[in-house]
């Protein structure tokens, strides 16, 4: 438990919802009654979120989401702040939760194969994976926020949104052969599909980082990793200790 009032957390979990107006109303009462501020938002692929406020309304509030089967295993990441980040509630029904414009790309019916933090940590600490090929990561941030921080030596695409990654993945194939990839974003959930659309297209060894470079965070820290991670609230990113980067103004 942190010193500091404000709980802040990110969670996303891909599952079919077949009854998102009913969902959204649901979502936007019980954050309203506990005066939660974030962004909620649903498709019928599943959920992806950003909240804040206080940290026992905002673990009832989880645990309300979570009594329903299908967000049983919504994962939050948590990281703490002086200050609300966000100004105002939003629930939001989408055709994605992570805008890609890829349909065949249904992380909801199965997801790609992911590594944990301290498995990552270790392979970069050995310079390869545990069968003895190199390891490459892969970032799947927008450029501005990989020049915010990044794993060293990752693969930077430049993209300036998420939806250019299928054209640039084509582009970079062969930068991708013989490798163990590992794809990774803030939270999880771009590097997800991410790992899912390379598969498709014949990587055969590519990983997504489970839970992200917050979750690397919460569990290894920095090692491996130079800079901060860009968050998009009024945080403006956090340190690799989880703290607000605007708390120090």
């Not at 079919?16 to 649903?42: E, S």
């Not at 990441?77 to 939003?90: R, T, V, Y």
């Not at 640039?168 to 939270?187: E, F, M, Q, R, W």
């Not at 690799?240 to 605007?246: C, G």
């Amino acid at each position: 438990m942190s010193s500091l009032p404000v709980l802040n957390i990110s969670a996303y979990v891909f599952t079919p919802i077949h009854d998102l107006p009913d969902l959204q109303q649901a979502c936007l009462a019980q954050a309203q009654v506990r005066q939660l501020l974030g962004t909620i938002l649903l498709a019928e692929e599943g959920i992806n979120l950003f909240l804040a406020g206080p940290p026992e309304d905002v673990r009832t509030w989880v645990r309300w989401l979570q009594q329903d089967p299908r967000f049983a295993a919504l994962t939050p990441k948590d990281s703490w702040s002086a200050k609300q980040p966000f100004k105002k509630l939003l629930v939001k029904v989408k055709n994605e939760i992570i805008r890609m414009n890829h349909p065949t790309i249904q992380p909801q019916h199965g997801r790609a194969p992911a590594v944990p933090p301290a498995t990552l940590k270790r392979w970069l600490d050995q310079g390869h994976d545990d069968r003895g090929r190199a390891v490459v990561t892969l970032d799947t941030r927008n450029d501005f926020e990989v020049d915010a921080g990044a794993f060293q030596g990752a693969l930077d695409w430049r993209l300036t949104k998420f939806s250019e990654f299928p054209e640039a993945a084509k582009a970079h194939l062969d930068a991708l052969k013989d490798k163990t990839i590992v794809s990774y974003c803030t939270g999880g959930i771009r590097c997800e599909k991410a790992a899912i659309y390379l598969r498709e297209l014949g990587v055969e060894d590519v990983y997504q980082l489970d839970g992200g470079i917050l979750k690397y965070f919460e569990e290894v820290g920095s090692d491996h990793y130079t800079g901060d991670c860009f968050v998009f609230d009024e945080r403006r990113g956090v340190h690799p200790d989880l703290s607000a980067l605007k708390d120090e103004a």
